[in-house]
């Protein structure tokens, strides 16, 4: 191979090198709010408006995403602009970045930032290096219960627990031997001194007029003569009920017997005009 030959071999290498290079992809990751839409737009660094990409995409429930533009330039600029239902909520503009090299946008109302993996990180390092608190438990001031017991009561409860153990005697025990004895000691009194008891009850004598069975012959007569007054009091009773009931009917048919005379005479007088 000639002088010649190797020195195009090296150009045409190096210029797909630099053709590679050139066209590295740049990863950007944006982090916004949920459920919005966003527009990335990838713009040249010079002084002028040079347009190179645009990406539109939903932030989702995350409000996380990512684009990946692949270009020849060395540095980018990117604006995001942030919309909901048609209305602009946000537009920021970031850069110049290099380009191949990934870019974290953060644009959040009121928290905006070009780097939020590095602040991310930051604020890890402050939570690792903070002091960790440990609260201390607070001491106990109240002084323990001393419980003095000598020896004596030691034994005696022991002793009586120990008794106690030993001998248990049921409360139905009781009271079967209970209900026998006294049903034993009501059976001697009764059969000791029921035949005196029983002579020495007298005998109920009937209260004059507590009943018809017991009355006198006296008694029976002033009984019928004063139930056979009341009988004829209730008669006459009855019979000037009746006669004010006929004398109402009488009335009744006179006052009738008024109204049709009226009406005659008054049709006779009516007539005769």
């Keep these: 191979m ?3 030959n190797i020195i195009l071999a090296a150009f045409f ?3 797909i090198l630099t053709g590679f290079v050139s066209a590295a992809d740049t990863v950007i990751n944006v982090r916004t709010v949920s459920v919005h839409k966003a527009v990335v737009t990838v713009l040249g660094a ?13 932030t989702g429930d995350s409000g996380e995403l990512a684009v990946t533009y692949s270009g020849g330039q060395d540095e980018i600029k990117v ?6 239902d048609g209305s602009k909520i946000m537009l920021e503009k970031f850069g110049p970045f290099p380009a191949g090299e990934p870019i974290y946008l953060q644009v959040i109302p009121g928290k905006v930032s070009d780097n939020y993996k590095a602040m991310d990180e930051a604020k890890a390092t402050e939570a690792a290096a903070a002091p960790e608190v440990v609260e201390e438990p607070e001491e106990d001031t ?3 219960e001393v419980v003095e017991e000598t020896e004596e009561e030691n034994k005696g409860i022991t002793g009586s627990a ?3 153990k030993k001998i248990v005697i049921p409360k139905a025990i009781y009271y079967v031997v209970g209900g026998i004895l006294l049903v034993g000691v009501l059976l001697i009194v009764v059969m000791k001194f029921g035949p005196s008891i029983k002579g020495s009850i007298p005998r109920s004598v009937p209260k004059s007029g507590s009943s018809p069975g017991f009355l006198g012959a006296s008694e029976k007569s002033s009984e019928v003569a004063r139930l056979e007054g009341q009988l004829k009091e209730a008669k006459v009773e009855i019979e000037k009920m009746k006669k004010m009931e006929a004398n109402r009917e009488k009335i009744s048919e ?3 017997r008024l109204a049709l005379d009226r009406a005659e005479l ?5 007539s005769g005009d």
């Design 46 to 58: 010079g002084e002028g408006y040079t347009f190179l990409d645009s990406f539109f995409k939903d």
């Design 266 to 270: 008054q049709k006779l007088k009516n």
């Design 142 to 144: 109240a002084e323990p």
């Design 254 to 256: 006179v006052e009738r």
């Design 79 to 84: 604006n995001v602009l942030i919309s909901k």
């Design 13 to 15: 290498l190096v210029v």
């Design 2 to 4: 000639n002088k010649r």
């Design 162 to 164: 120990i008794f106690s």
